[in-house]
């Protein structure tokens, strides 16, 4: 890891504890507000009023007692709360409180500072929690970030990712949707799993500290609806799917049943056929019960059992207000402790899915990551110079990673420099392996490949891509503009690329383009047409004058003038660099100075090559696409 992305990463950190502790004060913020709905509802219930006889607490100033015994004349607010309080443990601060302002000491005046608190704390918590995923959503965006650049540039390392879709399919997943899901956790575990189980825990303590007992009942209750009803729930539906999925195949089996009619009446199978739909009416039959049952039967079962321990609570709660162990505010305050950490418990649940599944991507990130590179350059490697006498391929075999399965044995091309080379294969996996090996995306299992006698394996990357370049026709073009499509971001002036798709035939129809040689092609802007994508990808070549050219032909055929075009371009470049033909028609094979047959991953000679192509399929094929 690059000095920069180690700095990406320790800032991540310390933006991902910020909004830790963003999330934590939001819960703190959230866990006040329960005090002041609890002095609300004691104000709304007693009005400000205490009964007679209630004694006046020693902490109260002489003025708060002489308002506080005047109760009977005047409602007092907040005075009237601290006289109920008894010997309770808060009772202490309450009083310090209410001694320090008297503008509470009315039922308005009190009123209005509990609405100011609950505005301020509401307020309070909205900032916690944009600061919070702010802070968390930066961290995860430059910590993926830098995740995607690093499978990226793996993927340089891998030389199975050059070459096989599957692979290229596996990255282009981990680099997105992977990401993404170790993006959405990372962020899920600062915020809302932080903050969802420090309320669990706050608004728990709240609920016993409250009423002992009564929390107790509320928790064993709660307890009880989740471990039967939740659980008894979950699996109805679980079973639910599980018979929709077999209604589904008995439907399929159904219908097939349907199209067997033909074979039914020819071979008199109307009595066994009967009989084998009945079994399957039968079967659909039990998996539709079993279906509904589970739909029918789990939602309302809980809302049963949740109604019933609400009931419980209820009653057990009235019990507790009507014998004086607990006030209706208190009450209060229980349920909404109760309601916050059900809603609460239901969220840090779904984020600990998230985790998990962010773990899960992450694993499969790492042993990405960790996969040893094949793409390696000898550290002696010497600078090949430009093509000069010949291109060998020579006893070449590849060997297929994994399925083990032989592509190439014992395959020999030999071209002299300046010359056009056709290769003739029985397969596209054949002809694409053999320009791999060239390019050395693939090193072979045996033989060499040789440029002017020298062994590819002990030259550099830059020299032989330099000096060798490749147009496959499913790689012609990405979404930029046509300019940089062919120059690629290189330093080649314009009037160089212009020059190159003159020669590719290319410039006459990029004229025609809405903004010329600066139209943005590509899926993500004006598209072309396969033939004209292929002239581009051709320029991109001829730009930077290789010295060798493979151009491989499309499966699917050319239109008449673009294929004309194509051909003309090639026959232009004379001796200008060496041409090998990954061929696929006749007059491609014709105007080469040399052909080599490839079947079966094996040579086919010369003089065998003339009488397998003058009888055979391939052959056939190619002149169809003549």
Known sequence: MSESEDGVFRASGVQGALAVVASLLSTVALVHLLPVLYFTVDLLVWQGHIAKGTPVPESLNSVAK????????????????????????????????????????SNEGWLAQLAIAAVVLLLLRLVCLHVAAHLSSLAAIDATQVLRRNIYQHCFRINALATQPEEQTLAGQLMTTHTEDIQD??????????????????????LLVANLWLGVAVLCLGGFVWLIAGQSAAWARRDARRAARRGEAQMGVLRESLRLLLIV????????SSNRVERQLAALSNSARRQYRGDILSR????????????????????????????????????????????????????????????????????????R??????????????????????????????????????????????????????????????????????????????????????????SLRTQVAMVLPDHTTFTDTVANNIGCG??????????????????????????????????????????????????????????????????????????????????????RCTVILLARRSTTVRKANSVFVIVDGKNVSISQAETYISGSQLYKALAARA
């Open 66 to 105: 002489t308002a506080l015994e005047n109760t009977n004349v005047e409602p007092v607010g907040l005075l009237a709360t601290v006289a109920r309080q008894g010997n309770h443990p808060l009772t202490g601060v309450m009083t310090s409180f209410a001694n320090a302002n008297p503008t509470a000491w």
């Open 185 to 206: 956790g990372w962020i899920s575990s600062r915020t809302t799993a932080t903050r969802t189980l420090s309320l669990t825990i706050c608004v728990l303590v709240v």
């Open 265 to 272: 009446k020819c071979y008199l199978m109307e009595r066994f």
């Open 300 to 371: 309302p079962t809980l809302f049963l059992l949740a109604a019933l321990a609400a009931v419980v609570v209820l009653y057990l709660a009235g019990r507790a207000i009507l014998g004086g162990t607990a006030s209706f505010a208190t009450v209060t305050v229980q349920s909404a402790c109760a309601l916050a950490m059900t809603v609460s418990l239901l969220r840090w649940l779904s984020a600990r899915v998230k985790a998990r599944k962010a773990d899960a991507a992450l694993a499969e990130v790492e042993e990405f990551l960790d996969r």
């Open 373 to 462: 590179t094949d793409a390696s350059q000898d550290i002696d490697a010497k600078f090949l110079q430009p093509l000069a006498d010949k291109l060998d391929l020579v006893e070449v075999s590849y060997r297929e990673p994994g399925t083990g399965k032989m592509i190439l044995e014992g395959v020999s091309i030999h071209v002299k420099a300046g010359q056009r080379a056709a290769v003739v294969c029985s397969t596209s996996l054949e002809s694409r392996t053999i320009a791999h090996l060239m390019l050395r995306f693939l090193d072979p299992s045996g033989g060499e490949v040789r440029i002017d006698g020298k062994n590819v394996r002990w030259v550099t990357f830059e």
């Open 490 to 575: 290189d330093s080649f002036t314009l009037p160089k690329i212009v020059e190159a798709a003159k020669l590719a035939h290319a410039h006459g129809f990029v004229q025609h383009l809405p903004s010329g040689y600066e139209t943005v092609i590509g899926d993500g802007g004006y598209m072309l047409r396969p033939g004209e994508r292929y002239r581009l990808a051709l320029a991109r070549a001829l730009l930077r004058d290789p010295a060798v050219l493979i151009l491989e032909e499309p499966a699917e055929p050319f239109d008449a003038d673009s294929a004309a075009l194509i051909d003309d371009a090639i026959s232009r470049l004379g001796t």
